[in-house]
Every structure is written in structure tokens, then in C-alpha cells.
């Protein structure tokens, strides 16, 4: 494995595993400036502008945080994977519905900073072959002069490519965020912008009725998960607001909306 450049750039992408048409919806509710392009078979990629790292003063690992794990669970049967990277370290996320998160880290160098136990979870929960893919994710637990941080997630990225994972030429772990939105707009990807609730519920349902999932809409299950989706969210919007913290706090929002408009249309369709 060759090492990539010793660039400082900060900045993160969000691989989600569905087709752009399902994560548009929820991605939209984070009233972020993001852009949206298909990575493969049944894979999208988020690309971030990068804002609420730059000029927040959050660290670009706990935005993405919250971000991945408000889509997981917005989306409750497709897993977010976030791939970060700042001046000191590199890492990724794996976000699946109401799991805990799991996350390993890389140094700047390449030096493995995380647990061996993280790395066959994320396996797991991404369902990757459990002797061809696990082997193939060793190497990137290991110490390696040749690899730096950049160089591991890039790693990463093929083992990926078992599952169908085709990132966009260009749209390469590591580079600036100003880098990877430049690329991706010149391939045609999707602004995703903020149009109002309105437009946004719509374009929710329209995606979740239209999918196998549309029976699940009302009835017993359609309320559990709206009452479980409030009660994760108030306290995580809470404790994001007194922390300040924008990306824990989208991330609560967005779980009381799912959770309140779940609850709402599961009542008003039962009338």
C-alpha cells in the first residue's frame, strides 16, 4: 500500500449504503450545503462544503459523528459509513439505525489508533465476507511505514468495493473539502438544498411509500419507532444546544422530526 501526499486538509465524506432517490430526503433535513452523487451499486456519497469544521470550531470527527447517525437512523435500514480526516488523524464512523456507533482511527502517519475489536464490528454490521474481507482489513491494523493515514482509508475504500462501493473519479478520502466539491460538481452531482418542511415531509414519504418499506408507514411498528425516535432525540438536541455542538444537535433535530412526523402521519392516515 503506497502512501498518498502529506496534505493538511481537512474534510469528511458521508458513503451511504442506498440509492441517491432514498437518501436525499433525509439528507435534506440536516439544512446543510451538501452535494449528493450515486458511488455504485446501491451506494451514495454525501460530499460535505465543510462550513461547521471550519468555522465552528468543532472537530471535523464529532460533526460527521452526528451526522451519520442522524441518517442511520432517519433511515433505519441502510447503514452510513463517515470517512473524516483532519491534520492529525483519519478515521471513519459507521453508523446503522439505533446501534452504537463503531469507529477506528488512524494517525497522521498511518499508525493504528483504534481497537481490533471496532474493525471486525464494522465488518459485521456491513456484512463483508468474514474470512475473504476480514483478512483484506488487517493490514489496515497494522503498522505500516508506507501508508499514512490517507493511504489507510483509501485502503478501506477497496475493501468496499466487495459490496459494490464505486466512489466517483476524484472524489478521493483525503483531499480538501473545496477539492472534493469542485470534482463532484464537475461530474454532475445533486445540490441538495433546504426548500421548507413542506417540500421536505413530502419528498419523505414519497421515498419511504415508494419503497419496501411503505407497509411500515402505520400500525404498531410506524408508532414504536416514532416514540423511539423522540426519545433519542430530545435529549441528544438538548445536550447538543448546551454543548453547542452543530452536528449533535442537527442530529437530535432531525431524530424529533422523523419521530414527530412518523407519529403524526401514522395518527392522520388512521382517522
Known amino acids: 500500500m503506497n502512501a498518498t501526499s502529506g496534505s493538511r486538509s481537512v474534510g469528511a465524506l458521508l458513503l451511504c449504503r442506498a ?5 436525499r430526503p433525509p439528507a435534506q433535513l440536516l439544512r446543510e450545503e451538501l452535494l449528493l ?4 451499486t446501491e451506494w451514495s456519497v454525501v460530499v460535505p462544503e465543510g462550513k461547521p469544521w471550519l468555522h ?56 493504528p489508533a483504534g481497537e481490533d475489536e471496532a474493525m471486525r464490528t464494522f465488518a459485521a454490521r456491513l456484512a463483508l465476507d468474514p474470512v475473504l ?29 466487495r459490496l459494490g462501493l464505486d466512489l466517483p473519479t476524484g472524489i478521493t478520502p483525503g483531499e480538501s473539502a473545496d477539492r472534493l466539491r469542485s470534482v463532484a460538481l464537475a461530474q454532475g452531482a445533486e445540490e441538495l438544498e433546504w426548500s421548507g ?10 421515498a419511504v411509500e415508494g419503497g419496501p418499506f411503505g407497509p411500515y408507514l402505520r400500525g404498531p411498528r410506524a408508532r414504536l419507532l416514532g416514540a423511539a425516535q423522540l426519545g433519542a432525540g430530545l435529549p441528544l438536541l438538548a445536550w447538543g444546544l448546551g454543548r453547542r455542538s452543530g452536528g449533535w444537535a442537527a442530529a437530535g433535530a ?16 388512521s382517522q
Open 56 to 111: 465552528g470550531g468543532e472537530p471535523v470527527d464529532r460533526v460527521v459523528t452526528g451526522w451519520a447517525t442522524a441518517l442511520a437512523v432517519s433511515a433505519a435500514t441502510w447503514p452510513v459509513l463517515a470517512l473524516w480526516w483532519d491534520a492529525d488523524r483519519a478515521g471513519y464512523i459507521l453508523a446503522a439505525g439505533f446501534r452504537r456507533t463503531v469507529g477506528y482511527t488512524w494517525l497522521a502517519d498511518g499508525t
Open 197 to 206: 418542511w413542506r417540500d421536505a415531509v413530502r419528498a419523505e414519504l414519497d
Open 19 to 23: 440509492e441517491p432517490a432514498a437518501v
Open 254 to 269: 432531525l431524530l424529533v422530526v422523523h419521530g414527530a412526523l412518523g407519529l403524526a402521519y401514522d395518527r392522520l392516515r
Open 37 to 40: 452523487a450515486p458511488a455504485g
Open 133 to 161: 474481507d476480514a483478512q483484506a482489513l488487517e493490514p489496515l491494523t497494522e503498522p505500516d511505514k508506507d501508508a499514512d493515514a490517507h493511504a489507510r482509508l483509501i485502503g478501506l475504500t477497496a475493501v468496499l468495493a
